[in-house]
């Protein structure tokens, strides 16, 4: 039997992007095949060639630049959660690492993958949102640099062109005395995708009051997103119980508002409120 496809792992990012520009509509690029693996199983990849990425050190980096931690597409959960600068300067995205699937998949699985797919259960992007994640896009043409929260659009679709790979994501690290809470509710601890998911990082003010603060959710909503009227209502408050719930229940409105009503509002209301509601008490009580 003849290939369904060509298998190809370029050398160099040039070389990927090369190839791309000439192949890309009727290619696939793969990095840890955790989601790509499916529709290649189910034979319902339609496509000539399959570009493997993961090996590229331009998507394997960590580093900083202009005062932002960039961390490489490419990097898998693993690396994610073994790494002490982003350990250090990006907490809420380890975390988040650690929760996904199991071990196997976090040995294999990467942070552009998880974008790029756009699942609305991706647990890397409620993490990044709370960082006001960049992503820088490369191709032939050369590289432009987007929010994270304009590469997703909907469920399981993106702006990427197929000429275009996610080449890393800038994320603004956290200062000292910075909280940050990653929250997830899934039907069992592994190998569950999150029926919900939440992100807040927090500062407080000498006086008491939040000083700053950033809440997303996933899973819930069509895709992750931050929570601004929740943020907004929470800004320059002295925190305690009632005001996390109250904040909690706008959240669980906002998502109504966006993800309209389903069978299931009834189960997801009072268990978004419950797990922002921790997320939130981590953070600031
Ligand atoms: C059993 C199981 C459990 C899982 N549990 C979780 C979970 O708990 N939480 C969670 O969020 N996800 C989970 N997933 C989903 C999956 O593991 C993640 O989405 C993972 O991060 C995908 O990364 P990957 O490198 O394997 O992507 P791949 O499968 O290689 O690619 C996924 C998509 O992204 C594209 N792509 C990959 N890299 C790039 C790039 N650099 N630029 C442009 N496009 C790119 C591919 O073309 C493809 O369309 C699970 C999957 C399985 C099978």
Same mark, same amino acid.
């Given at each position: 039997?003849?290939?369904?496809?060509?298998?190809?792992?370029?050398?160099?990012?040039?070389?990927?992007? *090369?190839?791309?520009?000439?192949?890309?509509?009727?290619?696939?690029?793969?990095?840890?095949?955790? *989601?790509?693996?499916?529709?290649?199983?189910? %034979?319902?990849?339609?496509?000539?060639?399959?570009? *493997?990425?993961?090996?590229?050190?331009?998507?394997?980096?960590?580093?900083?630049?202009? $005062?932002?931690?960039?961390?490489?597409? /490419?990097?898998?959960?693993?690396?994610?959660?073994?790494?002490?600068?982003?350990?250090?300067?990006?907490?809420?995205?380890?975390?988040?690492?650690?929760?996904?699937?199991?071990?196997?998949?976090?040995?294999?699985? #990467?942070? $552009?993958?998880?974008?790029?797919?756009?699942?609305?259960?991706?647990?890397?992007?409620?993490?990044?949102?709370?960082?006001?994640?960049?992503?820088?896009?490369?191709?032939?043409?050369?590289?432009?640099?987007?929010?994270?929260?304009?590469?997703?659009? /909907?469920?399981?679709?993106?702006?990427?062109?197929?000429?275009?790979?996610? /080449?890393?994501?800038?994320?603004?690290?956290?200062?000292?005395?910075?909280?940050?809470?990653?929250?997830?509710?899934?039907?069992?601890?592994?190998?569950?995708?999150?029926?919900?998911?939440?992100?807040?990082?927090?500062?407080?003010?000498?006086?008491?009051?939040?000083?700053?603060?950033?809440?997303?959710?996933?899973?819930?909503?069509?895709?992750?997103?931050?929570? #601004? /009227?929740? %943020?907004?209502?929470?800004?320059?408050?002295?925190?305690?119980? %009632?005001?996390?719930?109250?904040?909690?229940?706008?959240?669980?409105?906002?998502?109504?508002?966006?993800?309209?009503?389903?069978?299931?509002? %009834?189960?997801?209301?009072?268990?978004?409120?419950?797990?922002?509601?921790?997320?939130?008490?981590?953070?600031?009580?």
């Amino acid at each position: 039997m003849s290939p369904r496809f060509r298998y190809l792992r370029p050398g160099t990012l040039k070389e990927a992007l *090369d190839f791309l520009l000439v192949h890309g509509s009727r290619t696939s690029v793969l990095a840890g095949g955790t *989601d790509l693996m499916i529709a290649v199983r189910r %034979e319902d990849l339609n496509r000539d060639f399959i570009l *493997d990425v993961s090996r590229l050190e331009e998507l394997r980096c960590i580093d900083r630049e202009d $005062g932002l931690l960039s961390v490489g597409a /490419a990097l898998t959960y693993t690396e994610i959660t073994a790494s002490c600068e982003i350990r250090s300067a990006a907490p809420v995205l380890c975390q988040a690492a650690g929760c996904v699937g199991s071990v196997q998949i976090r040995n294999k699985g #990467t942070l $552009g993958g998880n974008v790029a797919n756009a699942s609305p259960a991706a647990d890397s992007v409620p993490a990044m949102l709370v960082h006001k994640a960049l992503v820088r896009i490369e191709s032939a043409a050369g590289p432009r640099t987007i929010p994270l929260e304009e590469l997703i659009v /909907a469920p399981y679709q993106t702006i990427l062109q197929p000429h275009e790979l996610i /080449a890393r994501f800038f994320l603004e690290p956290l200062e000292n005395g910075w909280r940050h809470s990653f929250q997830r509710i899934a039907r069992r601890r592994a190998l569950s995708v999150a029926r919900i998911n939440a992100a807040v990082v927090a500062s407080l003010g000498e006086n008491g009051r939040i000083a700053d603060l950033r809440l997303s959710v996933g899973s819930v909503v069509p895709r992750p997103a931050r929570m #601004t /009227a929740a %943020e907004e209502f929470l800004m320059r408050q002295i925190p305690d119980l %009632e005001l996390v719930r109250e904040a909690a229940n706008l959240v669980s409105r906002e998502m109504v508002r966006r993800a309209g009503i389903r069978h299931s509002t %009834e189960y997801k209301r009072p268990a978004v409120e419950g797990l922002v509601t921790k997320a939130l008490t981590e953070v600031l009580l």
